[in-house]
């Protein structure tokens, strides 16, 4: 069966959701794992053929070790406490080519910038196959709650992808 993997950075737990969601979604059609990216395998599984990573935009992009600092200061404890989806990035490798990757953010409504438009390049970059937009899903304030119907919304995106890329393949 075709598999997905989504790989997520949260800090308070709403990329989280989000990402859970568009799991659900993608799961009508793939088995689907999802993992925080600080758990998630350096070298993606060689029959991945899909990949949706996501991540909560800091300062306009991903975050940086400075950036997920400043988050400590809204809450002590946070989800993504080690490595984030920039540093992933910048060394997860995948074993064949054709892989379809995907991305996704959130933040804050009509603030500029955008986490899942920094991933989309890097995933580029790493040469997976880039064919669907990124995606950005809204919280009230900083720390949260998602807007209502965002994992709604994350979910049938989910379903989407899912079905254009079974359509494609
Ligand atoms: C240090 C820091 C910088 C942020 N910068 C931005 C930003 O540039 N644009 C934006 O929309 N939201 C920004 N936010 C809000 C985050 O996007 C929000 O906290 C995040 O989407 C919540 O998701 P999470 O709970 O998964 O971390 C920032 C938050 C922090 C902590």
Redesign the pocket.
């Known amino acids: 069966m075709a598999r997905a993997l989504v790989v ?11 990402a859970e969601a568009i799991a659900r979604g993608l799961s009508i059609w793939r088995s689907t794992d999802v993992l925080e990216v600080g758990v998630a395998p350096d070298v993606l599984p060689s029959d991945l053929d899909l990949l949706v990573v996501g ?7 991903l ?1 940086r070790p400075g ?2 600092k ?2 400590t ?2 809450q002590e404890q ?3 406490s080690g490595r984030g989806m920039r540093e992933w990035l910048a060394v997860v490798a995948q074993e064949r080519v054709g892989v379809e990757a995907v991305a996704f ?5 009509f ?3 955008s ?1 899942a438009r920094v991933a989309t390049l890097a995933l580029r970059k790493l040469r997976f196959e880039v064919r669907y937009q990124p995606k950005s899903f809204d ?1 009230v304030t ?3 709650p998602l807007l209502d119907g965002e994992a709604e919304r994350a979910e049938e995106w989910g379903r989407a992808i899912a079905e254009a890329s079974f359509a494609h393949n």
């Not at 953010?105 to 409504?109: A, F, K, L, P």
């Open positions: 997520y950075e949260s800090m308070f737990g709403n990329a989280k959701l989000i991540a909560p935009t800091h300062a306009f992009g975050s950036t997920r400043a988050a200061q809204y946070v989800l993504s953010d959130t933040g804050i409504r603030a500029p910038g986490a919280v900083a720390i949260g």
